[in-house]
């Protein structure tokens, strides 16, 4: 903490920070990152979607119906990241055939003392990629979601709305989980409690959905 207000502020503030534990993501970084180590975590992003994305060797007579069955041309990637606290929930999503990829979570603007703050009150929030987002090294759990085109463009403008109506977050009511959790609700998944670390919630909204691959959208 930067702000020293003596032994007894501390204490107080020491204590918000073990409630930190119960939160499921860090502040963003990015602001302090350089362009260098930014372009290294894209291509290090784009490295895995390709991987993730890339087909895996089938039998020719199965191949082709197993695609249809359960790929789309888009996808939806909800995904976990370690962190300082409990870790941080987000979603990749874009199209399989690009290897550039959309981040969109929720996190609290600005350094530790909007993190600690945002477990009392309401704090500013950011939208988009946090840092450790697009490393693959800090990965705890993944479960994507192909879509169609048409489905695609409903969830993606989904997602920018559900950003832009995102102004503040909070540990307690407005958080990552509750985030992601929006996002699948509005695609169809079964969604589990979003009070859990953000690796528990994506493994259980994994498991609750069978991990199917395939998702359709209802009628408008």
């Not at 991987?51 to 995904?79: H, L, M, N, W």
């Not at 990241?81 to 981040?103: D, I």
């Not at 995102?166 to 958080?175: D, K």
Request: hydrophobic share 35%; aromatic share 10%.
């Amino acid at each position: 903490m930067t702000n020293k207000a003596g032994r007894s502020g501390s204490c107080i503030l020491a204590g918000f920070a073990l409630a930190a534990m119960l939160s499921c993501t860090t502040p963003s970084a990015s602001a302090h990152e350089t362009d260098k180590q930014t372009d290294r975590r894209v291509a290090d992003a784009n490295a895995l979607a390709t991987t993730d994305t890339a087909p895996r060797p089938q039998p020719q007579s199965t191949r082709r119906s197993v695609a249809r069955a359960e790929k789309g041309p888009y996808y939806v990637d909800f995904r976990a990241r370690t962190a300082a606290s409990w870790g941080h929930a987000f979603v990749w999503y874009g199209k399989t055939s690009e290897k550039a990829v959309e981040v969109a979570g929720l996190t609290p603007a600005g350094d530790t003392l909007a993190y600690v703050l945002g477990h009392i009150t309401f704090v500013p929030s950011e939208t988009g990629a946090s840092y450790g987002d697009l490393d693959p090294e800090y990965l705890t759990a993944s479960y994507r979601v192909y879509l169609n085109e048409a489905d695609a463009k409903r969830v993606f403008a989904y997602i920018k709305e559900l950003q832009a109506s995102s102004p503040v977050w909070n540990a307690e009511t407005i958080n990552c989980t509750g985030f992601i959790g929006d996002i699948a609700e509005f695609m169809g998944l079964k969604v589990p409690h979003r009070w859990q670390r953000p690796e528990n919630f994506v493994n259980s909204l994994k498991e609750m959905n069978g991990g199917r691959q395939m998702v359709r959208l209802s009628a408008k």
